[in-house]
């Protein structure tokens, strides 16, 4: 082979490196800057769907929210899972698929409010088919273990709303209910918060993603895994020992995830347990120490979460964080 056919391969080969780099760089960027589509937001006059997703809802307890709802404009459905009893689930996993199947495929229903959280809503996420859904979006509701339901619609690029459930509205703060009117209406969505003396200050723009830290870490490597690119992580938990909060901050660290985010809002860390032997920092502690390296906002004590007044957040729509001395915004871009 002639010096100059060794030159011209090795050129071949450096240009065909450098297309792929290009290629991966671009198929990155536009999945991490996917366009989000926004259901409908609901009028009076509107169906909204209640059913039950994980944990069982047996007592008859949802008076109130349907009383709500009735005051908002809205018509009710309550689902068939509601009522139904298997150990701790609202029935069979495919029971739970087919009565959210249902609601998603029914025109008439503009919204599907999950009634409770615990767990479960990971077991029937695969039996569902979103074809209909793509065809005809509709607002999906709730927190907590809803957070499947979030970060599988993240993927798929749509925005759905983290809020209080139907079996909470009795012990949920009206500031709280009112944002989630707010919301689904599709009125300004705007939060003005006081100062805390951990906040990181900066400001940030970007899609909002994340809720419950538990389930977001159980996600990750499966494809209901969120993309965090140059996005906000809004994070919140309950019940958790604090060695394990650490644990899955580190893996959100060593999955590249904390690398990549504009920002980070932290809601409720509720009722977090300590072992005999201390572990030393609280929840709001243990963040701070391991995102402490990177350059970005950090919000603290965002009213959101297991809560008494967990406001609404529109999970895939575009925020803008300002965080200083003087309190911090969080603005929910308009669509």
Not at 59 to 72: E, Q, R, S
Not at 187 to 196: A, D, G, M, R, T
Not at 222 to 250: G, N, P, Q, V, W
Request: proline residues 3%; neutral net charge.
């Amino acid at each position: 082979m002639t010096t100059n056919s060794f030159s011209f391969i090795t050129a071949k080969c450096i240009l065909y490196q450098f297309l792929l780099l290009i290629f991966v760089l671009q198929s990155t960027n536009s999945q991490a800057q996917i366009k989000m589509i926004t259901p409908p937001y609901l009028k009076k006059g509107d169906t909204i769907a209640i059913v039950a997703t994980a944990r069982k809802n047996v007592d008859d307890n949802l008076k109130p929210t349907i009383d709500l709802l009735h005051k908002w404009g809205l018509e009710v459905v309550i689902g068939s899972t509601i009522g139904l009893d298997l150990n701790q689930l609202a029935g069979t996993d495919e029971q739970r698929a087919t009565d959210f199947q249902h609601q998603m495929d029914n025109p008439n229903i503009k919204a599907i409010w999950c009634a409770r959280g615990g767990y479960g809503t990971v077991r029937m996420i695969d039996l569902l088919d979103f074809t209909k859904f793509k065809q005809s979006p509709k607002w999906i509701v709730g927190f907590s273990d809803v957070t499947v339901l979030h970060n599988h619609l993240n993927t798929m690029g749509y925005k759905s709303i983290h809020g209080t459930m139907p079996v909470s509205i009795e012990r949920t703060a009206p500031e709280s209910i009112e944002t989630l009117r707010i919301a689904l209406f599709g009125e300004q969505l705007s939060y003005k918060i006081e100062p805390f003396a951990m906040n990181r200050f900066g400001n940030a723009s970007g899609e909002l993603v994340g809720g419950n830290l538990s389930i977001l870490y159980s996600l990750f490597g499966s494809k209901s895994a969120i993309d965090c690119t140059d996005k906000i992580l809004f994070i919140e938990d309950l019940d958790e020992y604090l060695y394990h909060i650490d644990r899955m901050m580190m893996n959100l660290k060593r999955n590249g995830c904390l690398e990549s985010i504009k920002g980070i809002i932290v809601g409720g860390m509720t009722k977090m347990k300590d072992n005999d032997i201390p572990w030393g920092k609280n929840a709001l502690e243990i963040v701070e120490d391991v995102t402490k390296k990177y350059n970005i906002p950090v919000l603290y004590n965002f009213p959101a979460g297991h809560v008494h007044d967990n406001r609404a957040l529109i999970m895939g729509n575009t925020v803008s964080m300002e965080v200083n001395a003087s309190g911090s915004t969080v603005v929910f871009e308009a669509h």
